[in-house]
């Protein structure tokens, strides 16, 4: 494991960790992680985060993406005042606060969880590749997806996700919709008709959506 990976696991452990929604698995979800390859797994096979720890790095982008998204599209602005011994509101006290439509708990849990059904599904295989240079015929060490035998299956890769994560959390409706359609219409497996009806009802599962799009497409960039 690289210096980068370890320092990934660490902040993804102390993220995790910090959760404090009633009734959370954490021990559970800890001992589940640490038997899996969650954190040295690729996120892709050849796209973004397609490298040894790409998996645990895509999430934390996702967490700071959406946490910046929540920041600005998911606030609200109350007045809020003190009160006096009888619980009136001292006028004097009032101001105007801004307030985050959504808990930190929330933003966490859809954001570090939305792509852990790629966990334990990637192996290795060595591939012949021609060195351009040399003209010599190389082994070069490539990602697939393993057989259906060998991993994990419930649904699609987001159908996964929501599983693995509502056996450690409980899962409100919102939470659990934002990680079933994080893809949006973008695979070809996804719940494209369905998508714009749950980004109108759930605006955590439009940002989440976003805050997957920029990790993928600016933070992980790779052409
Ligand atoms: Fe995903
Ligand atoms: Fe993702």
Redesign the pocket.
Known sequence: MTEKMRLNKKRYLELINSITIKDADLKGLNNWLEKSDFFIAP?TLRY?GSYPGGLCE??LN?YDNLVKLASIFATRFEQQWDTDAQGNPIKETLRTVEVNQYSADTLKIVALM??IG?TNIFTTYKRNVKNEETGKWEQKQEYKVKEASERFIYGNHEQNSEFIAHTFFPLSVEESSAILN??GGMGADSAQMIAPIVYSKYSLALLLHMA?LI??YIDEKVL
Request: glycine share 0%.
């Open positions: 996120a973004h895509h999430s996702v939305h792509d790629k994080h893809l997957d990790a993928c």
